[in-house]
């Protein structure tokens, strides 16, 4: 998301409708040159400004701490016994170094002021027992994504801008050692036999590592954190990711079990959306998540997460989505969450909505929503389930309510762009109707995209649900 913003005032849970305009931004927005010479400048800038990032090294202040560290840290290893350092706490063993670091800068003859001496003993510590030059970016609250390309190149994402990260590691060995430290602590690999890795750090951050032959230049891992307070409907309409009456659709939609999936491309928020749409549901409904890697975060109290399990050394005891989709259904759950629908699994979750598990939700890789049903049709289809593909869109039709599509802007920005009903079947066709929809009026010099949510004023579909919960009088006001 955008930033930090204020929660609106008023605590109840629907909000008058009319107390927000529709428009995203009133920003007075200098003309761009949209000729075809003033477009065919700015390539020709972007072209001439192309960098060899390879090339960077770090500088300053930081840069001669980590070389001091790179002569430190064999002497102090000498000195200390690693399994006994490895059952101290950070503070503890920062410590326990402070003599003995002063013991070696003395025979290294190195003098340091104190505010370097606090910042050595920081990257020793990071080193020994964190994540080494990771520790910094994870602890930066702006980050939001860390991808490591190679010991030599970090970039990292804040409000949605990519930027060149200032760490390095000493070379590659360090940098698979970190990841091995990553993946282990969840029970995970790493090596030449299984060179991919999906993995999970303390505070939720989901993690990708792939390593080398697969990686070209060298170990790489994509670390996707998580804001450590969690994200709600109300915020995003405040930080702009959605207007008042869409918000208001979608906690109504929450909490009157409709069939949700969220769709969009990588970063665009999907899981962040999940999040916020699973703070509406009832705290007396079971409630049970199945992901690949456990990121999603609810807030109930009757909540279990499940995961699933790669195969072993012999390829042997993996077990997918679908076996825990199959299994869950066992469990007697209330709603079942798939934090990503990627094969076979789709039937499966869309067999447990039509079988009276109402208000369960799932994210899916697409550009629209027409492109999502198109996508679930050929997961099916594309798994060993002998059904015929008109079976299988009314199957969708059934039991999917509600597509909400969200979008990472080339601003940076994340917004909800869609919220379409699926309505049912007309001959061999799913037929949707959108209840409003994000469109792109310009933008400001600085390349920040002003817009607006519009509203397409049809009667919602799905009103007979949120009747039996007591929402259909602010759910009709909303979409009109």
Excluded at 67 to 81: A, F, N, T, W
Excluded at 161 to 183: G, N, S, Y
Excluded at 287 to 316: C, F, K, M, S, Y
Excluded at 440 to 455: Q, V
């Amino acid at each position: 998301m955008k930033g930090p913003a204020p929660r609106p005032a008023g605590g109840s849970q629907f909000p008058p409708v009319e107390s927000l305009p529709e428009a995203v931004e009133e920003v007075e927005a200098t003309p761009i040159d949209r000729s075809a010479s003033g477009a065919m400048a700015r390539l020709d800038d972007r072209q001439a400004q192309v960098v060899d990032h390879n090339t960077q090294r770090n500088e300053g202040f930081e840069a001669s701490i980590h070389r001091i560290k790179e002569q430190v840290l064999p002497r102090l290893l000498e000195r200390v016994d690693p399994e006994a350092a490895a059952t101290l706490s950070k503070d503890e063993l920062a410590e326990e170094f402070r003599p003995i670091i002063g013991e070696v800068l003395a025979e290294l003859k190195i003098n340091l002021n104190r505010r370097e001496q606090f910042a050595l003993e920081k990257v020793l510590v990071d080193e020994l027992l964190g994540l080494g030059p990771l520790e910094e970016l994870l602890n930066d609250p702006e980050v939001s994504d860390i991808m490591v390309n190679g010991p030599l190149q970090t970039f990292i994402e804040k409000k949605g801008k990519l930027a060149l990260a200032t760490i390095q590691f000493r070379d590659e060995e360090h940098l698979l050692q970190i990841a091995q430290r990553i993946v282990n602590k969840v029970g995970r690999r790493v090596d030449q036999t299984t060179p991919l890795a999906d993995a999970r750090l303390q505070d939720g951050s989901r993690v990708n590592v792939i390593i080398p032959p697969l990686s070209l230049r060298g170990t790489a891992i994509s670390i996707r954190k998580f804001s450590e307070k969690p994200i709600t409907v109300d915020m995003m309409r405040g930080f702009g990711s959605m207007s008042e009456k869409m918000a208001t659709v979608l906690k109504i939609a929450g909490a009157s079990r409709m069939n949700v999936i969220i769709s969009g491309g990588t970063g665009s928020g999907k899981t962040t959306m999940l999040n916020a749409l699973s703070k509406l549901i009832d705290p007396g409904e079971r409630v049970i998540t199945i992901e690949d890697a456990a990121e999603l975060r609810l807030q109930q109290p009757h909540w279990l997460p499940l995961e699933t399990r790669p195969p072993n050394l012999e390829g042997q005891g993996a077990i997918t989505i679908r076996d825990l989709v199959i299994n869950a259904l066992r469990m007697r759950p209330d709603r079942i969450i798939l934090g990503e629908i990627r094969g076979s699994e789709c039937f499966d979750l869309l067999a447990a909505m039509n079988t009276g598990h109402d208000g369960s939700m799932a994210t899916l890789h697409s550009n629209s929503p027409r492109e999502c049903l198109a996508r679930m049709e050929n997961m099916v289809m594309m798994s060993d389930i002998k059904v015929p593909k008109e079976a299988i869109s009314r199957q969708i039709a059934d039991s999917v309510d509600l597509i909400v599509q969200v979008k990472r802007l080339r601003d940076g920005s994340r917004r909800t762009t869609n919220i379409t009903e699926v309505i049912g079947m007309e001959g061999d066709v799913i037929v949707t109707q959108e209840l409003f929809k994000f469109e792109y009026l310009d933008e400001t010099p600085d390349g920040k995209i002003i817009g607006e949510y519009r509203c397409m004023g049809l009667r919602p579909y799905t009103l007979e649900k949120a009747k039996m919960f007591g929402f259909d009088q602010p759910y009709l006001e909303a979409c009109l």
